[in-house]
């Protein structure tokens, strides 16, 4: 096996905007992505995963709970979650937060805390 070329409409949920969801697994790959177009006030509730998750906020900004920490992010910044640490996050406006999420695994695997 030489690689994989991702087509986008395997990954993408919205042909508008860089979201959707890619697993690993399929390609022999030992990350997941989620590309991440919120906008203001939009954001996943309270979680973790029994692994690392790294942020990479392409613009916008967003406003991250890690653990007890409070973050506000922006364009061009990175965020690393350590496995296990309860996290969240909402985009502050006034655009979209365009962000790609790394998840170090194959697979999403993921504990819903509220």
Same mark, same amino acid.
């Given at each position: 096996?030489?690689?994989?070329?991702? *087509?986008?409409? =395997?990954?993408?949920?919205?042909? !508008?905007?860089?979201? /959707?969801?890619?697993?690993?697994?399929?390609? &022999?790959?030992?990350?997941?992505?989620?590309? +991440?177009?919120?906008?203001?006030? &939009? /954001?996943?509730?309270?979680?973790?995963? @029994?692994? $690392?998750?790294?942020?990479?906020?392409?613009?916008?900004?967003?406003?991250? =709970?890690? /653990?007890?920490? =409070?973050? !506000?992010?922006? $364009?061009?910044?990175?965020?690393? +979650?350590?496995?296990? +640490?309860?996290?969240?996050?909402?985009?502050? /406006? @006034?655009?979209?937060?365009?962000?790609? &999420?790394?998840?170090?695994? *194959?697979?999403?695997? =993921? &504990?819903?805390? !509220?």
């Amino acid at each position: 096996m030489t690689g994989h070329l991702i *087509e986008r409409k =395997t990954w993408a949920g919205d042909p !508008e905007h860089w979201r /959707g969801e890619l697993q690993g697994y399929p390609f &022999d790959a030992g990350v997941s992505l989620i590309f +991440v177009s919120a906008e203001a006030g &939009d /954001g996943p509730r309270l979680h973790s995963h @029994p692994y $690392a998750e790294t942020f990479i906020i392409r613009a916008g900004r967003g406003l991250y =709970t890690i /653990g007890d920490r =409070t973050i !506000e992010a922006e $364009a061009g910044q990175i965020l690393v +979650v350590p496995a296990g +640490v309860p996290h969240k996050f909402n985009s502050l /406006g @006034p655009g979209r937060l365009e962000a790609i &999420d790394i998840h170090a695994s *194959e697979r999403f695997i =993921t &504990d819903w805390l !509220e």
